[in-house]
């Protein structure tokens, strides 16, 4: 069984940044991919980052020159470092895994097996 806890969220000016991590716990040694998610109000959930097992990082475009992620040697916590924050990042912030590798072609829900409760993050 594998547990994911996410923490580092809370309120920040426009402009500002923050840093999420999240903790895996578990039997993780078979999980490849790890990505983080995010639903703003009123939104879909959706990916944006995500990490592989041979640390290969892809960020959608609209969020690259901002947001990076990654992962400790152990691979056992997930890092996203989010700068210049905008009102529009307003979201609950999930972080995932995967028991397969990184698809090349998204970062969509059905690929994850695992996930985190998520840390509310507010820009203002």
């Known amino acids: 069984h594998v547990q994911l806890v996410e923490s580092g969220g809370g309120s920040v000016q426009a402009g500002g940044s923050l840093r999420l991590s999240c903790a895996l716990s578990?039997?993780?040694?078979?999980?490849?991919?790890m990505a983080w998610f995010r639903r703003a109000p009123g939104k879909e959930r959706e990916g944006f980052a995500q990490?592989?097992?041979?640390?290969?990082?892809s960020v959608i475009d609209s969020l690259k020159d901002r947001f990076t992620i990654s992962q400790d040697n152990a691979k056992k916590t997930l890092f996203l470092q989010m700068n210049s924050l905008k009102p529009e990042d307003t979201a609950m912030y999930y972080c995932?895994?995967?028991?397969?590798?990184?698809?090349?072609?998204?970062?969509?829900?059905?690929?994850?097996?695992?996930w985190g409760q998520g840390t509310q993050v507010t820009v203002s």
């Open positions: 995932a895994v995967s028991l397969s590798w990184c698809y090349d072609t998204g970062i969509t829900e059905n690929h994850f097996n695992y």
């Open positions: 578990g039997y993780t040694s078979n999980l490849h991919c």
């Open positions: 990490i592989d097992s041979d640390t290969s990082t």
